[in-house]
């Protein structure tokens, strides 16, 4: 299932986690600068990751109510695909800038305002928290959402990491404290970022969705008595949690088409959550190769 077929209802809370969590990132920022915390801006960063996956998760859900057009024939699926893969670029530029400047602060130490950062830090988990809370019932159902559920977990982790900091630095000085908890938080970034970042190359590469098994498949195709050979098989994702698969199937000549391409059909869709099929269907002495010297 996705996002887009949840309808108004996910949107609405969506959009609900949006305010919260893009009120609490300002106040963050502002505490932050205040306080003179790193690890307060940088879990701001991260909070500003979660915002751009919201919004990510809200506009793809209107793009996915656009319909096909005679020139986008799969429609505005891919749409998600680049908005993430922009964003898993920024989460790594993001993770980069926190180590940098955590290392700055490893050199030069500067004095932090333990209290505030813990209390800030405080409400940002709360925050996330309720935010998780609001989203948990979707994320069993949707990829996107469940996509920004994970964003969530993420900051609110962070947030975590945070007080630790302002604990150690309100009650026993510990400054250092405050880069040690970000490069932490950098690296939960790097590593959230860059999971992302390969699961969009391999949507745009056409890969194999995570979880397809084409041998699996190939030979659950081959086991039926109709089918005499299969090739140029092929699976893919439009979107997240949308796979695709396309195949040509050499028949036996008692072969009964339709019956066949309904027991392919319930086949794929049933055991291998694959839905948008295309066969194509050739008798047994047909020669593949002939379609290769064909002339205009």
């Not at 809370?13 to 990132?25: D, E, H, N, P, R």
């Not at 670029?89 to 209290?115: H, K, M, N, Q």
């Not at 505030?116 to 948990?136: P, Q, R, S």
């Not at 041998?215 to 092929?234: Q, T, Y």
Request: glycine share 6%; charged share 15%.
């Amino acid at each position: 299932m996705h996002v887009h077929e949840h309808g108004h209802g996910s949107r609405k809370q969506l959009w609900w986690v949006l305010l919260l969590s893009f009120s609490y990132m300002v106040a963050e920022i502002v505490a932050g600068v205040a306080a003179n915390s790193l690890a307060l801006l940088a879990d701001a960063g991260h909070m500003a990751t979660d915002v751009a996956a919201i919004a990510l998760g809200i506009f793809a859900m209107w793009m996915s109510h656009k319909p096909a057009t005679a020139e986008k024939t799969y429609g505005y699926y891919r749409v998600e695909i680049l908005a993430a893969l922009v964003n898993a670029v920024a989460l790594v530029v993001i993770s980069i800038w926190i180590f940098y400047e955590a290392w700055e602060r490893f050199s030069t130490p500067a004095e932090v305002r333990g209290p505030l950062l813990t209390f800030v830090a405080i409400g940002g988990l709360l925050v996330n928290l309720l935010a998780m809370w609001l989203t948990h019932s979707q994320s069993q159902h949707s990829l996107n959402v469940r996509a920004v559920w994970l964003h969530l977990l993420s900051d609110a982790l962070g947030s975590a990491a945070a007080i630790v900091a302002g604990i150690a630095v309100w009650q026993f000085g510990w400054s250092i404290a405050d880069p040690i908890m970000s490069v932490l938080i950098g690296i939960l970034i790097l590593v959230n970022s860059w999971g992302l970042l390969v699961e969009c190359v391999n949507v745009l590469l056409e890969g194999v969705p995570k979880g397809v098994d084409v041998g699996e498949i190939r030979a659950a195709l081959e086991a039926d008595n109709a089918v005499v050979e299969v090739h140029d098989l092929h699976v893919w994702t439009l979107t997240s949690g949308r796979a695709a698969l396309s195949v040509h199937l050499k028949v036996s000549d008692k072969a009964e088409h339709g019956p066949l391409l309904k027991r392919v059909t319930c086949l794929l869709k049933e055991k291998h959550h694959i839905g948008h099929v295309t066969i194509q269907i050739e008798p047994a002495d047909y020669d593949h190769a002939v379609t290769e010297q064909c002339h205009t």
